[in-house]
T-cell receptor, first 113, second 112 residues
Framework: EAGVAQSPRYKIIEKRQSVAFWCNPI?????LYWYQQILGQGPKLLIQFQNNGVVDDSQLPKDRFSAERLKGVDSTLKIQPAKLEDSAVYLC???????????FGPGTRLLVL | KNEVEQSPQNLTAQEGEFITINCSYS?????LHWLQQHPGGGIVSLFMLSSGKKKHGRLIATINIQEKHSSLHITASHPRDSAVYIC??????????????FGKGTHLIIQP
């Protein structure tokens, strides 16, 4: 069974630029999560989707971050414009449905200069 | 908001030792997760448990819902067990917001 796929794996941008991350969850998984992990800290939830609907985006900085999962499968997370403090690993996870084991992708390492 | 506390933060042990990592949380939950993260690597789910005890190979996880406490044990520890072990709980009360709140992790090093 293929795992959660993410791309790109690494990205370096300058502050005020825009960046987008892509996630393809495990086939059939209805629930998708985006987490931000800053170096030395535990991951922090940014947004949770159930199919193509948002369940929880209370910790998403909506002035610069946006995410979508239009067809209930792949998801894109965008930052516009990026700040230095956005340097982190962005992790995507999926689960069969809510309250199930979450499977994590390899993450996208973002460095904002 | 659920607060998750783990102890110890760092643990160095000799190969073969019995390892215990503790986790406590502040608000009642539907289930608790234990995860493993290797340096530079991804996160792997080890256990999701809502009561009692689960075992997988040399790993054992227990939870006491009344005391809001869970433990992760590793028997016959091996250098390949060296990793960060993280305890996490759902953000919501179980009705839908299942994104996780993570503890700070326990950095485990097993020396040969």
């Amino acid at each position: 069974e293929a795992g959660v796929a993410q791309s790109p794996r690494y990205k370096i941008i300058e502050k005020r630029q825009s960046v987008a991350f892509w996630c393809n969850p495990i086939s059939g998984h209805a629930t998708l999560y985006w987490y931000q992990q800053i170096l030395g800290q535990g991951p922090k939830l940014l947004i949770q989707f159930q199919n193509n609907g948002v369940v929880d985006d209370s910790q998403l900085p909506k002035d610069r971050f946006s995410a979508e999962r239009l067809k209930g499968v792949d998801s894109t997370l965008k930052i516009q414009p990026a700040k230095l403090e956005d340097s982190a690993v962005y992790l995507c996870a999926s689960s069969l449905t809510r309250a199930e084991t979450q499977y994590f992708g390899p993450g996208t390492r973002l460095l904002v200069l | 908001k659920n607060e998750v506390e783990q102890s110890p933060q760092n643990l160095t042990a000799q190969e073969g030792e019995f390892i215990t990592i503790n986790c406590s949380y502040s608000v009642g939950i539907s289930a608790l997760h234990w995860l493993q993260q290797h340096p530079g690597g991804g996160i792997v789910s080890l256990f999701m448990l809502s009561s009692g005890k689960k075992k997988h190979g040399r790993l054992i996880a227990t939870i006491n819902i009344q005391e809001k406490h869970s433990s992760l044990h590793i028997t016959a520890s091996h250098p390949r067990d060296s990793a960060v072990y993280i305890c996490a709980v759902p953000r919501g009360s179980g009705g839908g917001a299942d994104g996780l709140t993570f503890g700070k992790g326990t950095h485990l090093i097993i020396q040969p």
